[in-house]
């Protein structure tokens, strides 16, 4: 094994690691406030989550650019007052591809929640119990198996990502690299070995995780959950 | 006296199967009472627990629990459920699927105390299930797991939905005394919504009919179930399920609240008010009933 490809492989997973980590984070209070909140424009916010299911890659790519620019607002101050760029490197495309896969997250966790009756949210504050205290006691623990369906879908489609990551990101090895990109480039360059290693792995890995899916949701029908 | 009267003074406008219902509910009982909410479908029962509870917020109106006020729209009074000291056990039962029998008697408590669930486990004969999952349990075990955790909450105010609807009628009967059991452990006083007027003879001290939103009738069972000048030896309840005509005569079919059918005759001029589905009463004064013990205990 050369460095090179260990390196992309590397750089691969610790995207798809801490987008996962930081989306669960983030996509618990979301999914929260998409299932219970009243508020009445909540219909456009959950498009706005869902937009980078059904927008090309190379959309969100741009806007991403177009935000990370040093001659845009937020690219500026960030350039101005911590002397960051974003554009090109590991952290800019870990920001958009927090929110390119943030629908794969929040739909799961949303339909986990849905699903729950909602006697169990009631009883626990008529028990005298914070919505806190009712979250992380009642509601995480029964929405177990969308929990781990929606980490293993948004590691699987973190991997999965081209687009996003050839624009953000473009092709730096060891720093923006990862392997589906890689196998483009590998191809390109008709070095068809190389590109056949990354595609079996990455093969290998999507299928686990979608069993894995599919045995954690076998009492329901998948589909339903996803 | 205020401190010992619940008094109740609440309008809301409901989405029911019927269309819209305006309901408006104006009454009082005494704390310490098992006041029974009875009345058809859609009558506006279970929104009234729920504003009760907290869940549902009235239009407008008072919700008064001795001297404290729960809601007052006047004053902008609402407290949160969380606040209302109060225990509401769900039709569903609402367990915890993630906690066991014991973990959700636990999660109820305001503070941990052992000995109380072990109490409550063996008052409510739980002991050996314990540790195993709602999921594992019959449905009488789940309705006295709920009824532990509602009364380990220690409420003020324990708000029962249709307790015994999803049992079998031989169940219903043995689980009536659990119901009183709750009520008396908890010394809290007792809102039930029931249908079934067998329910409600056994358990409640105070029953408040209901219908289209607002409270028709209300007093003792005895009072309100039938009229004062019936002084029959015999009264049993039951709905009508057929009326059929023999003759000069009619025949009416009456099912009981524990399924016997009987049968009654009756002239035409009896029957123009009685319709199918009508809950009725049946009694006779001519005959001295003889009483006989069927099961032992």
Known sequence: MDTSFLQTLWVTLKLAVATTAILIVIGLPVAYWLTYSRFRIKPLIEALVSMPMVLPPSVIGYYMLVIYSPRNWFGGWLAETFDVRLAFTFEGVLIASVIFSLPFMVQPLHNGLRLLPDSFREASITLGKSK??????????????????????TFAHTIGEFGVVLMVGGNMPGITRVASIAIYDEVQALNFAAANRYALIL???????????????????????? | MEGNIIRIDVEKLML????????????????????????????????????????????RGVIKMGNTIWFDSDKKINIAPQSRNISLMFQDYALFPNMTVEGNIEYAQPEKDN????????????????????????????????LARAIARKPQLLLLDEPLSALDIDMRVQLQNEILKAHQLSGATTIMVS???????????????????????????????????????????????????????????????????????????????????????????????IITRLKPG
């Open chain 2, 16 to 59: 029911t199967v019927n269309g819209k219902v305006n309901l408006a509910f104006n009454t009082q009982f005494n704390t310490g009472d098992l006041v029974a909410l009875f009345g058809p479908s859609g009558a506006g029962k279970t929104t009234l627990l729920r504003i009760l509870a907290g869940l549902v917020n009235p239009d």
């Open chain 1, 203 to 226: 093969f290998i890995m999507s299928f686990i995780l979608l069993a894995t899916i599919y045995s954690v949701n076998k009492k329901q029908e998948a589909w339903k959950v996803i």
């Open chain 2, 195 to 289: 249908h079934d007027l067998n329910e409600v003879f056994r358990l409640a001290t105070q029953v408040i009919c209901i219908e289209y939103g607002s409270v028709n009738r209300k007093g003792k069972p005895e009072e309100v179930f039938s009229d004062n000048n019936i002084s029959g030896k015999v009264q049993i309840t039951g709905q009508i399920v057929r009326i059929s005509k023999q003759d000069t005569v009619n025949i009416v079919t009456v099912i009981t609240g524990n399924n016997k059918i009987i049968k009654v005759i009756a002239f035409d001029n009896d029957i123009e008010n009685l319709n199918i589905g009508d809950t009725v009463l049946v009694f006779s004064k001519a005959f001295n009933p």
């Open chain 1, 132 to 153: 806190t205290v009712t979250f992380f006691r009642v509601l995480i623990p029964n929405i177990k198996t969308s929990i781990i369906t929606a980490v293993a879908l």
């Open chain 2, 115 to 146: 000995t109380a669930v072990e109490e409550l486990l063996s008052v409510f004969g739980l002991s050996e299930f314990r540790k195993r999952k709602p999921n594992a349990l019959s449905g009488g075990q789940r309705q006295r797991v709920a």
